[in-house]
């Protein structure tokens, strides 16, 4: 009882800080490569900085780079964010499901920004209902690691040698594997998906070089995604317990 | 096209996918179709991503291709994001001094 009511003053938001500190030091090193794409492609530090302040999200900011690197159009550029980025809406529903009575519409519209991969991982983890408080030190101990590192990594990129920046290319690469590569591993729809889509951007990349990067991404995952959804659609049961195998 | 103009057609739409069913949606979706096609987005849009252009990413065919080995190898065994992200950079790095 009387812990509870200590937690309720506000420690909310200092467990979210400590259980964000693991995505913020990952966002840190990421967005350090991050940062060294964007300069290389030809954007600016204070713009780069803009981007990761504003987006908050790997993949979406990466292709975005390629687009703004390639002179995309704005409407490929709202296309190509659209794609990659519609898992969030799929993570906001769920999480959506899991909010505390204090979560009123203003504390909604804020704590939105805030939904990445990381933070949907560790909100919806926890156990009980998330308070805001608590959802917003996730977001803000990640979001400082997400913008320092974007920051550090366009600023100090230019002065490391181009052996480490071309290496640390690989860095957000390496996290899309990282990501895609264990579910693959354990279910055979994913690892259909996964191999559909690379087969059919390598195809892109090789025979219809004049499809834009943004628009290769677009095309070869939702064919992927309606070709693995069709042939192995998803049990009920599957949807909670992501480790039971096929 | 400016920088800016960019930049905030990015930051909307991705504010926008979060925002509108996190404060407005209150149904549950109950199409299998829609729910297996949501639920292998995220995996093809990363797949699509990073095969082909991980091996453009460091500007050296065997530096790209040892840093993806080692990236795949190492989360193949579940170890954690951050490990395998560096681990793959490191690698390449290493390599480096060979090609």
């Known amino acids: 009882?009387?812990?509870?009511?200590k937690r309720n003053k506000?420690?909310?938001f200092v467990q979210g800080l400590f259980d964000g500190i693991p995505i913020g030091l990952g966002y840190l090193s990421v967005s350090f490569g991050f940062g060294i794409m964007a300069v290389g492609a030809g954007i600016s530090v204070f713009e780069a900085f803009m981007i990761s302040l504003t987006n908050l999200t790997s993949a979406g900011q990466a292709q975005g780079v390629s687009v703004i690197a390639a002179g995309g159009t704005l409407f490929e550029m709202a296309l190509v964010q659209f794609i990659i980025n519609i898992?969030?809406?799929l993570m906001a529903l769920s999480l959506s499901q899991k909010l505390d009575d204090r979560f009123t519409l203003p504390h909604r519209l804020l704590a939105a920004y805030g939904i990445t991969d990381e933070i949907f991982a560790v909100c919806s983890t926890k156990e009980g209902n998330i308070r805001p408080k608590y959802m917003y030190g996730v977001i803000l101990i990640s979001t400082m690691g997400w913008v320092s590192g974007t920051f550090l990594g366009a600023a100090a990129g230019e002065l490391?040698?181009?052996s480490v920046t071309s290496a640390l290319g690989l860095v957000l690469y390496g996290m899309f594997l990282a990501i895609i590569v264990p579910p693959a591993r354990k279910h055979f729809g994913i690892l259909f998906t996964v191999l559909c889509a690379a087969m059919l951007s390598v195809i892109c990349k090789f025979f219809l070089p004049f499809l834009s990067?943004?628009?290769?991404v677009i095309i070869c995952s939702v064919i992927a995604a309606v070709a693995g959804a069709l042939i192995f659609p998803r049990k009920e049961k599957d949807e909670e317990g992501e480790e039971a195998d096929e | 096209m400016t920088m800016a103009a960019y930049i905030i057609v990015m930051a909307g739409m991705t504010y926008l996918i979060r925002m509108?069913?996190?404060a407005f949606f209150r149904k549950k979706i109950k199409s299998e179709f829609i729910k297996s096609l949501l639920y292998y987005v995220p995996y093809a849009v990363l797949s699509a991503m990073t095969i082909p252009a991980v091996f453009y990413s460091t500007g050296s065919f065997p530096t790209a291709i040892a840093g993806t080995v080692a990236a795949l190898v190492l989360a193949y065994f579940d170890?954690?994001?951050i490990v395998v992200a560096l681990a793959a950079s490191l690698t390449a790095f290493i390599t480096g001094f060979f090609f």
């Open chain 1, 1 to 5: 009882m009387e812990k509870e009511k």
């Open chain 1, 10 to 12: 506000g420690s909310d």
């Open chain 1, 87 to 89: 898992r969030y809406a």
């Open chain 1, 160 to 162: 490391l040698p181009s």
């Open chain 1, 213 to 216: 990067g943004g628009f290769t």
């Open chain 2, 20 to 22: 509108l069913p996190f």
């Open chain 2, 79 to 81: 170890l954690p994001l």
